[in-house]
DNA sequence: TTGTAGGCGTTATCAT
DNA sequence: ATGATAACGCCTACAA
């Protein structure tokens, strides 16, 4: 690319008007590929632009479109591997743009949460907004979106949105089949330990798991069904109670790895032996998963590749390389990863 | 703060100047706080400010200024839990201004890297970048940042810069009081699981474990040095090699938490047991650290409190909560952490 | 299809 | 200390 050297101006659309032999209107036509140009003089001006090394201000375009060429991304910290996961599959997508990313936590169980995504959208017109959970089971987040004319997609363990603003993957299918493997290799008194009431992420993988024990014709004992926070500590609280019991588990499915690990203590600490005497699944494939013994079975939650499809659905128009992606796509698939946290129960060993 | 309702056109400083019976250029000052404005007149264009809810619209300012009001954050990515740490800190100096936070990822083994960032700079013009390690230790970045004049920090586990563009913890310190800590249970053969050359975080790890062994008069064993890549498996398998000689070190410092959790690995599959047969040390604090069995000891690094600081440094004249931290404050330490991963050797139990 | 004039909302220059 | 006028670099309306 043809730089400017000493003199450090960069070249605006002036220079280029003036180089190509037409006005700035003509230059800002071709930028904006408006069809209302000639092959020729769009070919001169191009031409240009390429010797030049011209790039529009976005500043410029900025104030003039009362719109600032970025994304946002709201989050209320979910936990950091996945909000660094999404990010990357943002930038994946957006890195060869003109674009940027910016991140704006919020805090969800402040009462100017709202106010504060009103101030910021005002202030900032970003382009588009992303919204990861769970924040975006917040209709009235969707609604703000829409109200400013933001372009925004929802990301979410279940659909949350229409197609056009919603990235989401299919938690209860993949809890389905994670619990099935559980029960395909011999185990019929199984827990789970759920998630927080009101996350839909927490609804979904409980759905996952009464399914595939309905499919199987097993009985969901309700004591085996206990709820914790997605924290480590209530996935140990929770399993020290299942375990207490005169017929514990011989396996536990957790909504999450971090729980699973809390679980994996609790085991530890009856002498209860993983996977020998007790199966262990999680969800997420957080790097603890894999870092903790016996590595952790559990689900891997396809949020890169949910980051670069939300980039490539809210800001297609602007992006260089084409449409490969079908806009109506919206669906990932999670991923079950067995590891050496599962084993058949002792009487089937 | 007063809103316009229906409209939703934004006050202007048109607004302002008409209302206040100033010029635009009077406004400006206020805003600016410029001193060469009267008390009087600044009251009443604050109050008409007040009244309006105006608030100056950011693309325009990045117009006339040719700088953009958000900060850039370059990472070539650490683990995530330290960047979105990090992040969190930033995010919460910043938070009450009207600053933006815009995340930047880049390859450092790309040789397109420092184009990269140059041209991001070039098109952006942020008004000021953060740089976290290891590409904070890259002198050609920070040299661009100069002579693009983008206000700037380099973060690291050491001073990498002149103080006002330096924030830095004191691993060495650090790792020495967490060796030292061995030391003092006992143990006289402890082994090093290094970070991978060339990284300046990995060097002063190291050099923290060496003034370690040298104030407590203990030789350090070659062989007992070891260098890793920071990654899980790099760990595992440098405590294969350091548990397979016949005279095993009774404690192990790995350079990070992953490491360590790799040589936890390691000492199981061999039937070694943390902490009776081997103390192991991370650095870190990483979540990961905290859901192994044993819980592992480690060196927790002030990353979102550094966040903080270099928010606070390169945009200080930005944000509203005044000068509460010196400036030339560049040094936050970092802070052992015992947990169960550490006992006194065998013949001392 | 192309160009002219004017606007987006702010800051800078240079008088007064 | 204040204000008129001109940038900043792009885009939209409207005219040609």
Same mark, same amino acid.
């Given at each position: 690319?043809?730089?400017?050297?000493?003199?450090?101006?960069?070249?605006?659309?002036?220079?280029?008007?003036?180089?190509?032999?037409?006005?700035?209107?003509? =230059?800002?036509?071709?930028?904006?590929?408006?069809?209302?140009?000639?092959?020729?003089?769009?070919?001169?001006?191009?031409?240009?632009?390429?010797?030049?090394?011209? =790039?529009?201000?976005?500043?410029?375009?900025?104030?003039?479109?009362?719109?600032?060429?970025?994304?946002?991304?709201?989050?209320?910290?979910?936990?950091?591997?996945?909000?660094?996961?999404?990010?990357?599959?943002?930038?994946?997508?957006?890195?060869?743009?003109?674009?940027?990313?910016?991140?704006?936590?919020?805090?969800?169980?402040?009462?100017?949460?709202?106010?504060?995504?009103?101030?910021?959208?005002?202030?900032?017109? #970003?382009?588009?907004?992303?919204?990861?959970?769970?924040?975006?089971?917040?209709?009235?987040?969707? %609604?703000?979106?829409?109200?400013?004319?933001?372009?925004?997609?929802?990301?979410?363990?279940?659909?949350?949105?229409?197609?056009?603003?919603?990235?989401?993957?299919?938690?209860?299918?993949? =809890?389905?089949?994670?619990?099935?493997?559980?029960?395909?290799?011999?185990?019929?008194?199984?827990?789970?330990?759920?998630?927080?009431?009101?996350?839909?992420?927490?609804?979904?993988?409980?759905?996952?798991?009464?399914?595939?024990?309905?499919?199987?014709?097993?009985?969901?004992?309700?004591?085996?069904?206990?709820?914790?926070?997605?924290?480590?500590?209530?996935?140990?609280?929770?399993?020290?109670?299942?375990?207490?019991?005169?017929?514990?588990?011989?396996?536990?499915?957790?909504?999450?790895? %971090?729980?699973?690990?809390?679980?994996?203590?609790?085991?530890?600490?009856?002498?209860?032996? =993983?996977?020998?005497?007790?199966?262990?699944?999680?969800?997420?494939?957080?790097?603890?998963?894999?870092?903790?013994?016996? #590595?952790?079975?559990?689900?891997?939650?396809?949020?890169?590749?949910?980051?670069?499809?939300?980039?490539?659905?809210?800001?297609?128009?602007?992006?260089?390389?084409?449409?490969?992606?079908?806009?109506?796509?919206?669906?990932?698939?999670?991923?079950?990863?067995?590891?050496?946290?599962?084993?058949?129960?002792?009487?089937?060993?």
């Amino acid at each position: 690319m043809a730089q400017n050297t000493a003199s450090d101006k960069k070249p605006t659309i002036n220079d280029v008007a003036r180089l190509a032999n037409v006005s700035k209107k003509t =230059v800002s036509r071709v930028l904006n590929k408006s069809p209302l140009t000639t092959e020729v003089t769009r070919a001169r001006v191009e031409k240009v632009i390429d010797e030049l090394g011209f =790039v529009p201000n976005p500043q410029a375009r900025a104030l003039a479109l009362r719109r600032n060429f970025f994304i946002v991304l709201f989050h209320d910290n979910p936990n950091a591997q996945t909000v660094l996961n999404f990010q990357k599959g943002v930038l994946d997508r957006i890195k060869t743009s003109d674009l940027a990313l910016v991140v704006r936590p919020v805090d969800r169980h402040s009462p100017d949460m709202l106010d504060d995504i009103a101030h910021f959208l005002d202030q900032q017109r #970003p382009l588009a907004a992303l919204v990861l959970p769970p924040i975006s089971e917040d209709d009235r987040i969707a %609604e703000l979106l829409r109200a400013k004319n933001v372009e925004y997609a929802r990301i979410g363990s279940a659909q949350l949105d229409d197609l056009p603003h919603s990235v989401f993957s299919n938690d209860r299918e993949a =809890v389905k089949a994670a619990c099935s493997e559980l029960i395909r290799a011999g185990h019929k008194a199984i827990a789970l330990i759920k998630g927080p009431a009101g996350f839909r992420s927490a609804a979904e993988r409980e759905q996952g798991f009464r399914e595939a024990m309905a499919a199987a014709g097993l009985p969901v004992e309700e004591h085996f069904v206990v709820e914790g926070t997605y924290r480590l500590n209530s996935g140990y609280v929770a399993a020290q109670k299942l375990l207490a019991g005169d017929n514990p588990p011989t396996a536990i499915f957790a909504s999450n790895d %971090e729980m699973a690990a809390g679980a994996l203590h609790a085991a530890r600490e009856r002498g209860i032996n =993983v996977p020998e005497d007790l199966s262990l699944v999680g969800f997420d494939d957080s790097p603890t998963a894999s870092h903790l013994w016996p #590595p952790l079975s559990t689900v891997r939650w396809p949020i890169m590749e949910m980051g670069r499809m939300a980039a490539q659905k809210v800001a297609q128009r602007y992006l260089p390389d084409g449409t490969d992606t079908d806009l109506d796509d919206a669906q990932l698939s999670s991923e079950f990863i067995s590891r050496k946290s599962i084993a058949p129960p002792r009487h089937l060993q």
